[in-house]
């Protein structure tokens, strides 16, 4: 069952959708503001959960700003990519906010640790281990630093739970292992 949000924060959300809508109308609007309204919209459209309106808002904002409005909303339109599955769209949204935003340390970051998430979606966990540990030795944020720590701790434990499953597996009849002979067809039971 889908949680429904209470009507109060559904009313404020399209509340602030309408006014980002009109403020947006103004012709002498300076670049700041209108960056500030598109954002608006954008996150009243994201927590409405219309997540292919949201992106095409952030994507329209990363495409007007190299600043930081541009990486907040880089990194948002990867991870509405990765929040709808589309793992190939949302790692080449990562590699454009990391290639296009670096002086935006914050972004960069968040962008590695939901690279790694997609890299655990991917069955790649050796590549997902090594960008968070990037994280957690270049990062100076504690914030960012923890998340990837916790990240990375878990999927250790997944690969020590995969080990001893495997260990478990591997053991017939209280301890007895098959072992593979070199000649095809022989079986040694030690």
């Known amino acids: 069952m889908r949680y429904r949000r209470p009507f109060r924060v559904v009313a404020l959300e399209l509340g602030a959708l309408v006014d980002a809508g009109k403020l947006l109308t103004v012709e002498k609007l300076n670049e700041q503001m209108k960056l500030e309204a598109m954002m608006i919209r954008a996150n009243s459209y994201y927590f409405s959960d219309e997540l ?6 952030y994507r329209k904002i990363a ?28 790692e080449k949204d990562v590699f454009e906010l990391i290639n296009k935003y670096t002086a935006y340390d914050y972004w960069v970051a968040k962008g590695f640790i939901l690279l790694s998430d997609i890299y655990v979606k991917n069955n790649n966990d050796f590549q997902a281990k090594q960008t968070l540990q990037s994280i957690i030795d270049n990062y100076e944020g504690d914030e960012l630093r923890k998340i990837a720590s916790d990240k990375l701790t878990e999927i250790i434990q997944k ?19 098959i072992k593979l002979q070199e000649e095809p067809g022989e079986l040694e039971l030690k």
């Open 159 to 177: 690969e020590n739970v995969k080990v001893e499953e495997s260990k478990h597996a591997d053991t017939l009849n209280g301890g007895e292992t």
């Open 52 to 57: 292919q309106l949201a992106k095409s808002e």
């Open 63 to 90: 495409g007007l700003s190299q600043s930081e409005p541009g990486a907040e909303a880089m990194y948002n339109v990867a991870e509405i990519g990765f929040k709808l599955s589309d793992l190939k769209s949302a």
